[in-house]
């Protein structure tokens, strides 16, 4: 049987560039067409921000204080909604970056998928989405669960209760740690009943409650790993003053440490997470502060425990912006973004950058309801650049994939007949489909493919490898 070589030649881009910090997304509480919110964008490099879509309700409604968006490895863009969907209960979406459009993947009902759901999701080393709702499941407490987006199947991995070795109501996001455990926190449950740190084997299924914060804590901000491999995270309240927390977990020797208690002067009650810097300090944002009552935005070094506030937040309209509930973001371009969700010209929340370097900030964005949304308060995403604008891609003298990017079919046509075997890979290099053709053309189809970019490995009949072309699907 004679065997024929094909030979990939480079796909051509109609633009390459990659520029630092250039598109930040993120959503509102409220505003927007339909007053139930919205996802927007921001362009650092024009200063121009625009409304992706509105949220009416069927497709969400109020994304959930210290929400925010995930961009994964197939390059979408996915969120959460507290309500909205056929159960009004919250919805799993994705946003298509290259294409605006947006999908509502999964609809939270309750009992059966849990409901309400708070935090952003992340993405496991497995490829799977992995999140949290504040409510429904078995015992009405929420649950954690993941969702794998090239199946599109959803899965609760763990109904949490009122149990002391669970916890209950968790509002923060998830964390996969270096030792590949997803680290929680709940705001309720536990030895006393203020929650829980807690700790969940992927692989297992099992969840193991690992701290139980003190009376009047109440976390809602999720866990971040310091460079030290330390856990450190924030309690609304608690500690010598009542007015929250900063502290750190060590997940190999299970010992907490309270790092810095919070007395009003330079911030009190931080809802979000911190950041931490490539030099090693961290940022955070605190909801309110005995100064100027708006909130501030500070740093904290892990090594001496030190913490100085960087900038206040003044509300009224002459000011700021006030009262944030996420976690501000370090930029590629080193700038430190954030959001406040109350406050400034139209009592709507500001997006505002911070330069460590000159101790200056700037109020970019001033939310308008109707607008571009209101009560600004989950947390900013740097979307990666990933080129998109595609020429098809010829297989020299050989072959010819057509069309790319595609919907539903794209067409590889063969110039000469033989046996060609096709690997289809997500771009985490998971095998997706693998099929063998016979003649000269093939119809690839989607079926079921969620949008994004994949690879297709070409195989000679004998196996051998020979090369490999992007597709995208749209």
């Not at 079921?448 to 072309?469: M, R």
């Amino acid at each position: 049987m004679k065997k024929h070589r094909l030979f990939l030649i480079g796909i051509v881009l109609t633009s390459t560039s990659f520029l630092q910090a250039q598109t930040l997304y993120g959503d509102c509480y409220s505003g927007g067409a339909s007053g139930y919110g919205v996802v927007f964008n921001y362009n650092t490099i024009t200063g121009k921000d625009s409304v992706n879509f509105s949220f009416n309700g069927t497709n969400g409604n109020s994304p959930y204080y210290s929400s925010g968006l995930l961009q994964a490895i197939d390059g979408m863009l996915y969120g959460t909604t507290s309500l909205g969907g056929t159960s009004n209960k919250g919805v799993l979406y994705m946003l298509n970056p290259m294409t605006g459009h947006d999908t509502v993947l999964l609809n939270f009902d309750g009992a059966v998928h849990g409901a309400t759901p708070y935090g952003t999701l992340i993405q496991g080393k497995d490829g799977l989405l992995y999140g949290i709702t504040s409510a429904g499941g078995d015992s009405s407490y929420g649950v954690l669960y993941s969702y794998d987006p090239v199946k599109l199947k959803d899965s609760v991995r763990v109904t949490l209760n009122k149990s002391i070795t669970q916890g209950k109501n968790p509002y923060a996001s998830l964390l996969q740690a270096s030792d590949g455990f997803i680290y929680g926190v709940t705001s309720q449950g536990g030895l006393n009943k203020q929650g829980i740190i807690f700790r969940f084997n992927p692989e297992t299924n099992n969840d193991t409650a690992l701290f139980s914060f003190a009376i009047n804590t109440a976390p809602k901000g999720g866990l971040i790993q310091g460079t030290d491999g330390l856990l450190y995270g924030m309690t609304v309240h608690g500690g010598t003053s009542n007015a929250g927390t900063i502290y750190s977990y060590d997940p190999v020797k299970y010992k907490d440490s309270i790092r810095v208690n919070m007395d009003g002067t330079k911030g009190e009650y931080p809802w979000g997470s911190l950041v931490q810097a490539p030099s090693g300090k961290m940022y955070g944002l605190t909801y309110n502060d005995l100064v100027y009552n708006g909130g501030a935005l500070f740093s904290f070094n892990p090594i001496n425990n030190n913490d100085s506030v960087l900038m206040w937040l003044k509300p009224g309209t002459s000011g700021t912006g006030s009262n944030p509930y996420g976690s501000p973001i370090i930029a590629s371009n080193g700038l430190v973004y954030f959001l406040t969700a109350h406050g400034a010209a139209n009592g709507n929340g500001t997006l505002i950058s911070y330069n460590p370097k000159t101790g200056k900030d700037t109020i970019l964005v001033v939310f308008n309801a109707s607008i571009n949304g209101a009560t600004a308060s989950g947390n900013l995403l740097e979307y990666k650049t990933v080129p998109t604008s595609l020429n098809n891609i010829a297989l020299q003298k050989y072959a010819e994939v057509y069309p790319n990017p595609f919907h539903a079919t794209t067409h590889i046509l063969f110039t000469e007949s033989g046996i060609h075997i096709l690997e289809v890979n997500n771009i985490a290099g998971r095998e997706i489909e693998k099929v063998e053709c016979i003649g000269m053309q093939y119809d690839l189809q989607c079926n079921g493919f969620s949008p994004g970019i994949y690879f297709i490995k070409v195989f000679d009949q004998e196996q051998k490898y020979i090369a490999v072309a992007r597709i995208v699907i749209e």
